[in-house]
């Protein structure tokens, strides 16, 4: 049976990461969750150093504190997605963007991953105290309004974003807890145990 686990970037991870964006770029697939990775390939090390400083970020308007892992299929250890989780929101992100974005790398959609993923993002959430998930996306991204609508999202708002995407965007909300409560039977047996917690 297949099994995931998060993996805390380190050095060791840099050739699959960069083999994990490029698949993006190669298909043309927006990118989402990663941390701004696509930016840093020539500079992977510095990336790592930017997520070392977000996990200790101090919560302001202009940044929050956040961590960033790997969804890694442990059977072949392959990185098959990414999560950045917001343990903190400042107004900005309460109004676009929320606690979590999320991707799965093009060739290894549709087969239930992101859903996965996401509950694993929210044990993660419960572990760090997060009571509420707020998240958001655009209305036409049918997979992702479909991941958390699986995952106890509850659509609370739908409007018009004119600043940055200018297009109807969605809001959902989670209740971590239920949400766990309500699918860990179907989600429990894909986790490598210990998780969420990720390899250090
Ligand atoms: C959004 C994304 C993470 C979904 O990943 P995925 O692994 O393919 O999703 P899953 O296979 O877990 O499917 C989740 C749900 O979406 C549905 N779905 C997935 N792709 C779909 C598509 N192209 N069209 C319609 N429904 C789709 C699935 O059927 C499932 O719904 P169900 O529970 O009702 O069956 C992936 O498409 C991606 O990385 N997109 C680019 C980045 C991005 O948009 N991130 C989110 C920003 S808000």
């Given amino acids: 049976m297949e099994k995931f686990k998060y993996v805390k970037p380190t050095k060791e991870w840099e050739e699959k990461a960069i083999d994990f964006i490029h698949e993006f770029e190669e298909m043309n697939s927006p990118i989402n969750g990663t941390n701004r990775l696509h930016k840093y390939l020539d500079s992977y ?22 961590e960033t892992f790997f969804f890694v299929r442990d059977n072949d250890n392959k990185i098959i997605g990414m999560i950045n989780i917001r343990l903190a929101l400042n107004e900005k992100l309460k109004k676009l963007g929320g606690h979590i974005g999320y991707c799965i790398r093009p060739t290894e959609r549709r087969k239930g991953y992101n859903k996965i993923n996401l509950y694993m993002g929210l044990l993660y959430c419960q572990e760090q105290g997060i009571k509420e998930v707020l998240m958001d996306c655009e209305k036409d991204n049918v997979a992702s309004a479909k991941t958390m609508q699986a995952l106890g999202g509850k659509l609370i708002k739908e409007w018009y974003e004119d600043d940055k995407y200018h297009c109807v965007i969605q809001d959902y909300v989670i209740d971590v807890d239920k949400t766990i409560e309500d699918n860990r039977s179907v989600y429990e047996n894909f986790i490598v145990e210990n998780e969420p917690s990720p390899r250090r």
């Fill in 45 to 66: 090390d510095a990336w790592l150093d930017k997520i070392e400083q977000d996990r200790v970020q101090p919560l302001s308007e202009n940044a929050v504190p956040a």
